[in-house]
């Protein structure tokens, strides 16, 4: 049958011109790209794929180039950044670890509930993909500030997203952080990451090729879910995006479960040549990248596709952003066998189409071919446009970088500041948060949420065990975004170290506003080139991970969120982890670090003066590589009994913490320490760790941290049930506890 | 006093995970006629007001501000005598 | 020893890596759509969420074809330990009396907490003491149990009540009681004392490593009894 060639007006199908183009959220430009490409103007079809392909959420048309600038080879990473759908690095013992980081901020602002599961089934389903199965999950959240209805609405169905797909689905949290700022107001940050286990060997890949072989879609049917998600995303907040939404993708844990099993299952068939999840712009997407990545073509016939909903259009099936589908590649005469597994779990999988001559994709339906697209011109480093934008350092920060703040008045009572930090939501327990959570599914959490740095999880069957966190303070990449940017990273590998691993690769989720305004495109450059520095300096290259721009609201920018998810492997679990709570009466506390100078960015000053000025805290990498590494081996040698890292609400607050984890006190003289008292308690200088030791091993441990190279001074010893701060006063830890772990229930009430 | 009953329906597009369930563990039940399940909820409402058009007015209100999710959901009220 | 997996099951694999690896015994998946349950010791319905808890939690598990050999095994005597959402399948089969609501503060929750053993009168506790404590996890959002007052006096009388919900001096405070149980009751057997259903995961309390390890005691008289390994 020849091919009926697109028809340009089929009935129902608008006119494709440069209006509708725009419409769909393409630039002139691009609009002429297209049909340069193609010889002629695209098809309705063919217009939507594009808008989507070419969206920035899928293409990276306005972060790409920045994100080459990162180091992104190291030698433990088995793919390059950006090949596969997530970063796979070799952990040793035969086994690799899949693990990614992605955001799903815009569909959580009109449903958080549902935005926020789905963003847990795609990140997962990014994971399995890769033939890994998920086993430990993190989050990492940003609201406005908790005094508005509208963001305890979101908090609660966030929480509620997470935790009722999360559980479902079987994969435990293990770590996250919570942080509440104006900033966020209206733009809520929900960022995922999933880490998943694989035997060296047997991952899959993202690609179609072998001429003839078929492909099928699994899983879900397709219904009209979230069309434009992409696009969607791709634009700022605004009272419109609310109306506009057609659909709102709902996520289905259960069949995200049934298609977990059925793929593992399937790939151990070796009846697949590749697969891909479909999230962002569903089957356009992931047929198009597959081949585009194995040079070949492919033609997919729609009418097969399993819809939910009778007369669908092409343009809606391939738009379509229905959840827990997959498309595979299969070798020819052996797709039965992956066809009877996804049956016996009770899941659809069809042959809708085959790998083909050539270099394009076509799309049919109803005997038409509807779309047909070279499908390199429409990838990520194919075709896809990349841009540079317009920069221009933003004006604020001559005026916050040179704030004077030696002039502020301190409050005389440091302990009832202390209290007020502790109190606040930003430090106080996010108890209220991780209940909700299933932190112990699979039996592998050796240290869950909570009183930790890090999440750290055994693997069965070695002795290793995986460390996890997510960090970055969005105010110090907002007051110097370079060092903001380092900082993000290097107190990422801190709290991994001080759980007792050694950092080794990171994933980033990059949130920011909307890249066409100058000020904003400087500051993702810069802190992108700081979160580049830091990675090189602590050998914890770039394996992946999202853009998210756009995360503006009618009144303002959000602060540049580079949230970066930092991995970190253990040699021995059971013998090398740790954790920060005061263990035994009579451990002598020691703080490893530089001064403590600095109020600029500060929690405290936030909390007590109600400024966010003055430059990020100090960090220089060179004295951060050294304390992290000689802190790392005196733990690895069993020399430390308790470890924390000294970040939000400086030096008092993580003090302070490991007594409230604990239940024991201590005794604290900081005169030791020099510079102003209130820097000496709250500056969030980097570099600081808290570590405590028996008294029997104090010598020996002191004696290895010096001839590390790093500063150490004895600050207190445990001792007691309250915090006795020697010439301030004493508080006892029943009273820090009870504001600590009150804070965040109070409000929700 | 006005007695509403208001049923709460996801709208058509939207996926209902707990409908299929349901539907397929009916199949495996043996009834195969049955073709398609959705589930909403049923919610009675007591109101006071002068009259049914005021009371309406109050009942939809209170589904557009809470009981139904406008992202997702249509309602339908309907008054017992 | 068999371990009943559903479509949705999660928690089926960390049951067999308890009995298998941490308490050394002969244990083998039986998956839901099978029908051969000779020759088991015991059968072990474990948490999760099959099905996706949609309609009830355990509504649809029920129904599977493993159920109606699970039911006369049950009857015949066979030992059947159901842990959360197995607990929530059992009582919708009707194995033991109750029902499951949501949790009295309407939302999920995952801790550890403790449990005191009420009666040594069954497999699962002829090793513990009367009014032990174990402290042992629990991470459900329905797990509310409810039985009427006539029941609650069955459950007395037949000494039926396994495990309460207590604090750490071993107190029935409301606060203990952490999803609003009636008379937080946390397990429960059939009369015939055969069939048990608890919402806390022995399973997860089983090795030091993981910070608790008192769920191995219930696996440890259980095995016991049965005088296998």
């Known amino acids: 049958m020849n091919a009926s060639f697109m028809s340009e007006l089929t009935p129902k199908e608008p006119t494709v011109n440069l209006e509708l183009a725009l419409d769909h959220g393409l630039t002139h430009e691009e609009y002429e790209m297209i049909i340069d490409c193609l010889g002629r103007t695209p098809s309705f079809t063919e217009l939507g794929v594009y808008s989507v392909m070419w969206s920035e959420h899928c293409s990276y048309k306005n972060s790409i180039i920045e994100l080459k600038k990162l180091p992104r080879e190291g030698e433990h990473l088995l793919v390059e950044a950006g090949e596969e759908n997530a970063g796979l690095v070799d952990i040793g013992d035969g086994l690799c670890c899949a693990f990614k980081i992605e955001s799903h901020n815009h569909p959580s602002a009109v449903e958080p509930y549902q935005g926020a599961a789905t963003g847990v089934g795609g990140i997962h389903r990014d994971i399995f993909t890769m033939g890994a199965r998920p086993i430990a999950a993190l989050n990492s959240l940003r609201f406005g500030s908790l005094n508005t209805p509208r963001v305890r609405y979101l908090l609660d169905g966030v929480v509620r997203g997470i935790g009722d797909y999360g559980n479902s689905f079987g994969v435990p949290v293990i770590a996250g952080e919570v942080y509440f700022d104006e900033s966020y107001e209206g733009n809520p940050l929900v960022n995922a990451m999933s880490i998943g286990i694989v035997k060296a060997g047997e991952t899959a890949s993202a690609i179609a090729k072998g001429i003839g072989n078929p492909v099928l879609i699994v899983g879900a049917s397709t219904g009209r879910d979230g069309i434009h998600g992409a696009t969607f995303a791709s634009e700022e907040i605004s009272e419109e995006s609310e109306a506009k939404r057609p659909s709102v993708q709902v996520g289905d844990p259960f069949t995200e479960k049934l298609l977990l099993e059925a793929s593992l299952e399937a790939l151990q068939t070796g009846a697949v040549v590749g697969m891909q999840d479909m999230g962002a712009a569903g089957i356009a997407c992931s047929s198009s990248e597959m081949t585009a990545k194995g040079g070949q073509g492919m033609r997919i016939n729609l009418d097969l596709v399993p819809a939910r909903e009778p007369g669908m259009t092409a343009y809606e099936m391939l738009l379509s952003e229905s959840q827990e589908r997959m498309l595979i590649v299969a070798h020819k005469g052996q797709e039965q066998a992956i066809i009877d597994v996804y049956e016996k779990w009770d899941l659809h999988a069809v042959v809708i189409g085959e790998v083909v001559e050539g270099d394009h994709v076509t799309y049919w339906k109803d005997g038409e071919v509807k779309a047909q697209i070279p499908a390199e011109h429409l990838v990520l480093g194919g075709g896809a446009p990349q841009y540079v934008r317009e920069m221009k350092k933003p004006a604020y920060l001559q005026e916050t970088q040179s704030a004077d703040l030696s002039g502020l008045t301190h409050p005389e009572n440091l302990i009832e500041s202390l209290e007020a930090l502790l109190h606040s939501p930003n430090i106080a327990s996010k108890r209220w948060v991780h209940e909700q959570y299933d932190t112990m599914v699979r039996t592998n959490t050796v240290q869950g949420p909570g009183a930790t740095d890090a999440g750290v999880i055994r693997l069965k069957g070695s002795k290793k065990g995986l460390v996890a966190k997510t960090d970055c303070n969005g105010r110090y990449v907002y007051l110097n975004p370079r060092r903001g940017g380092q900082i993000a990273v290097a107190e990422s590998a801190r709290n991994v170290v001080c759980s007792g691993a050694k950092p080794m690769a990171i994933t980033n989720c990059l949130n920011y506003g909307n890249p066409y305004k100058p000020e904003v495109y400087w500051t993702f450059k810069e802190s992108l080139a700081g979160m580049g520095d830091a990675c090189r300096k602590l050998n914890t290259p770039v394996t992946g991970g999202n853009v998210s721009f756009y995360n503006e609201n009618p009144e303002s920018a959000i602060f540049p969120t580079p949230i970066i998810g930092m991995l970190g492997v253990i040699e021995d679990v059971e013998k090398h982890k740790m954790s920060p709570s005061f263990k035994n009466e009579g451990d002598i506390i020691l703080y490893v670090g530089s001064s403590r100078i600095g109020l600029g960015g500060t929690e405290y000053l936030k909390v007590i003066h109600k400024l966010t000025t003055g430059d990020a805290p100090i960090l220089d990498l060179d004295v951060e590589l050294k304390v992290q590494q000689v802190v790392l081996k005196a733990i690895t040698s069993g020399l430390v009994t308790a470890a924390h890292d000294v970040s939000d609400g400086g030096l008092a607050v993580s003090i302070a913490e490991m007594g409230i984890f604990s239940s024991l006190g201590a005794q604290i003289d900081l005169s030791v320490l020099s510079g102003s008292i209130h820097e000496i308690w709250f500056s969030e200088a980097q570099s600081g760790i808290v570590l405590t030791c028996q008294p029997d091993q104090k010598e020996t441990l002191m004696k290895h941290l010096l001839q590390g190279g790093v500063e150490v001074v004895q600050i207190g010893t445990v001792q007691g049930d309250a915090l006795l701060f020697e010439g301030v006063g004493s508080v006892s830890l029943d009273h820090l506890h009870s504001i600590y772990e009150s804070a965040i229930p109070k409000v929700m009430s | ?81 | 020893m068999g371990v009943v997996v559903f479509p949705g099951s999660n928690c089926d694999h960390d049951a067999y890596h308890a009995l298998k690896y941490v308490m050394n015994a002969d244990v083998k998946f039986l998956w839901h759509k099978e029908t051969d349950v000779s020759g088991l010791d015991i059968i072990i319905v474990p948490g999760g969420f099959s099905y996706g808890d949609y309609l009830r939690s355990g509504a649809i598990a029920r129904f599977s074809p493993i159920m109606q050999e699970l039911i006369e095994y049950a009857k015949k005597g066979g030992p059947v330990m159901g842990i959360c959402n197995g607990f929530q399948i059992l009582l919708e089969a009707g194995l033991i009396p109750g029902a499951m609501r949501h949790n009295e503060q309407l939302k999920f929750i995952c801790k550890d907490v403790h449990i005191r053993v009420e009666s040594t009168q069954s497999i699962y506790t002829s090793t513990l003491q009367k009014d032990q404590l174990l402290k042992i996890p629990i991470s459900h959002g329905e797990g509310n149990y409810y039985i009427d007052n006539d029941g609650i006096k069955e459950l007395q009388d037949n000494d039926q009540v396994l495990f309460r919900y207590v604090n750490a001096h071993g107190e029935t405070t409301q606060q203990a009681n952490i999803n609003g149980s009636v008379d937080h009751i946390a397990g429960i057997t059939n009369k015939q004392k055969n069939v048990l259903g608890m919402m806390p995961h022995p399973e997860r309390a089983m090795e030091q490593l993981l910070g608790k390890e008192d769920g191995k005691q219930i696996f440890e008289s259980v095995l016991q009894v049965l005088a296998i390994t």
């Open chain 2, 1 to 81: 006093m006005f007695k509403a009953k208001v049923s709460v329906t996801l709208r058509p597009s939207i996926l209902d995970p707990k409908g299929k369930a349901a539907h397929h563990a009916l199949q495996n039940l043996g009834l195969t006629n049955i073709k398609g399940v959705r589930i909403g909820k049923f919610i009675e409402i007591d109101v006071q007001a002068s009259n049914e058009e005021e009371a309406r007015d109050i009942v939809e209100l209170a589904c557009n501000k809470l009981l139904a999710n406008e992202v997702m959901e249509d309602f339908d009220i309907m008054f017992e005598y």
